[in-house]
């Protein structure tokens, strides 16, 4: 066996991946490649010379990278080996190998080359990245995994499942299974597309635009018009300021009026930059079965292909914002095994975890969801929801008249005399919040799922299955033993991108027993 291996020759990523890895570390140093930026116009020879340094270490890692990365498979494994001082050799078994998913950006398809992420059954980050491959190569590697996955086990057949066979070095092997059977060519059912009006809407609906806000008052107070006399003579809520900067001879009134085109002027820019976003991020999105696969491909300028095994999926969560449910529509985030979000996450574990279905239809939702997981029927609407302790509300109302005095004597002290009026108006708000609030949260426990509902303008609905809960906490605080109250916790072996967990607050303390003992005997 090691003879053979060593027969099969070392291959190298494409020349090319040098640019790539260096504009991968680059968007990971964004920030202080901005902030070396502003000083080297300021003269900051320091931050220069550490810039420079960092480019240096940059190219070095580049180089580096390229020189000593190499891959091939042999002896039915996928081997990739990297590193000078410190070598790494990874092996990954190719019957474990569940897809080849590739992302290609523009300069990618320039060069007709692209990123190949190696992933399996085993966590959240893939096995193997090559970064990058031409196109040709990919497909020689495609066919070569799959051909190498399809070739049988010497002697065995289907009906040996259970048996010991004997290899043709005389050894013995128990065949638990039979091997995994891939193909290159797999029947594929499109499950939903999304238009560019969706995508519209979708922006439409999205906050994604406020993402520009900190970029432009950052930008303005770094550039030439914003000198730095206007920020020796800025003080917060000086009138003077802004009373200065006024042309003179202008009435109220017209100042009125320019405020409020500005005004609309600035919400109409945020929401087209929301709607280029999915439009960049989404573009032709199609989510399609691939055998009990799910499979993502989107992208305008960067392509994006994703996998996510359907055994996989440990949590669901359905978005819906207040002015998505006027629209009749709502997103769908996922959790799975392993899926944790990463600080660096890339294209397409983004785009499988954190934006499994950026916008569907109403319609849409409950034939999507009962193909995610087979076998149940999600019937929302007519789930007998259960609602939370009858003093859940008067408790969140009490919080709310707690804050609304703090609010009251800070805007008191800082605007006198007329500052105590924020909080006197907004009591009457902050109550209304506080008991809609108690009354959008609702769970439900549902034959193999458990079910929670909780938000006021953006309505969250998440689903955990029974048999994928790791662990269930019941936890009193001191503000709970005062209310006799508790919350139930229900954890799967999913992290993160859902934003959503199952966490219910303000469960009278006997009732969030009885659901504890009852989830505990279903999980055993």
Known sequence: MESEQADVPWQRVQPISLLFVVIAKLRQWIIPV????FSAREGNLLVISLGILASAVLLAFAITRFITLRFRLAGGELQVRDGIFFKSMRTVPVNRIQNIDLVQNVIHRIFRVAEVRIETASGKEPEAVLRVLSLAEVERLRASVF???NAPIAGMNESAVGESITNEDGSAVLVVAPVPQL????SERLLLAISLKQLA???????RGFLLVPIVLGTLYESRGFTRSYRDQFRFGSEDFYIDRLPSGVSTSTIVIWLMAGLIASIALLKLFSFAWFVIRFYDYQLSAIGDDLRIRCGLLTKVSATIPRSRIQFISIHRSWLSRRLGLAAIRIETAGGGGSEHENASQSVGRRWFVPVISESQVVGLIEHMRPGIQWTEAEFDWQ???LHAGARLQRFGIIATVLLTL?????WQPWGAAIGIVLLPVFIWFARRH???MRYVRCG????????LMTRKCSCAFVDKIQTLRLNESPFDRRWKMATLSVDTAAAGPAEHRILVKYLDVDVAQREFVSLKAAVV
């Open 438 to 440: 108690a009354k959008a």
């Open 201 to 207: 809407l979708a922006g439409l609906t999205s906050n």
């Open 448 to 455: 193999s799922l458990i079910v929670y509902r909780s938000g």
């Open 183 to 186: 193909t290159l060519e797999q």
């Open 387 to 389: 609602p939370l302790s």
């Open 410 to 414: 800070v805007s008191g002290f800082v």
């Open 147 to 149: 051909a190498q996955a």
């Open 34 to 37: 901005v902030v070396g930026v």
